[in-house]
């Protein structure tokens, strides 16, 4: 039995991977922000030199940088999830382009957590570690990061 016409199968299963792509960019959003949540917890529970960590403003910094970061990402994702349920002829690219940035972003704000926990990242207890590790991997599936980019030059490009 078919599951549409005749040589639409390329297109059917695109619009699978597409799918797919943003399923990737969404977990990849949900760990960072669990470890971007860790690590507000952490630093505001760690004290040095008679203060809490959290109320130290370069650390604040970077916590605003993380939560900016994955606001962006998430709008991105949202904006490809809706041009791939409208049928948009962008939405490949666009898929693309959340898929790759959403992942980047993801594990570079673990990874930042990771650093925020100092020494403590590293132990199984705190939950970091294995975000990082679990994230990493997002970069590669649906589609390394590379062929995300081949992607989103590839529409950029094709009509010039």
Do not use: W
Not at 66 to 86: C, G, H, K, W
Not at 107 to 117: E, G, S
Request: with cysteine.
């Amino acid at each position: 039995r078919r599951l549409g016409a005749e040589g639409d199968g390329f297109r059917m299963a695109m619009t699978a991977l597409n799918g797919g792509r943003l399923g990737i960019a969404a977990c990849s959003l949900g760990g960072a922000q669990s470890a971007l949540d860790r690590s507000l917890a952490h630093l505001a529970d760690r004290e040095a030199f008679g203060a809490r960590l959290l109320d130290a403003q370069a650390l604040q910094f970077r916590l605003a940088d993380m939560a900016t970061e994955l606001t962006a990402a998430r709008a991105l994702v949202r904006t490809a999830a809706q041009a791939l349920d409208n049928g948009d002829p962008q939405a490949a690219q666009l898929c693309a382009m959340a898929k790759r940035f959403a992942t980047d972003t993801g594990f570079t704000v673990a990874d930042r957590a990771l650093q925020l926990h100092g020494g403590y990242g590293y132990l199984s207890e705190y939950g970091i570690e294995k975000i990082v590790r679990d994230l990493r991997v997002h970069q590669i599936l649906e589609g390394t990061n590379e062929i995300m980019r081949v992607i989103v030059a590839r529409g950029l490009t094709e009509n010039l």
